[in-house]
């Protein structure tokens, strides 16, 4: 899966940033990155087995 989005906060700490990223109609990614690699707009791949999804009403895992 190949995906654009738009950066609209980042957290540092430190080494490493979190960042969160909207992309699609109303979808948020919040992943950690090296500082020094955050831009405004960002292009991302992942495989299915590789994420973590989380319901954001009830803020549970979505289990596959």
Known sequence: YHFVG???LTEPLGD???VFIDYGDDETLITKVESSHVADSV???????GVILFDSGTEEQIKA
């Open 43 to 49: 292009a991302f791949d992942f495989k299915r087995g």
């Open 16 to 18: 490493e940033t979190i």
């Open 6 to 8: 738009t950066v609209n």
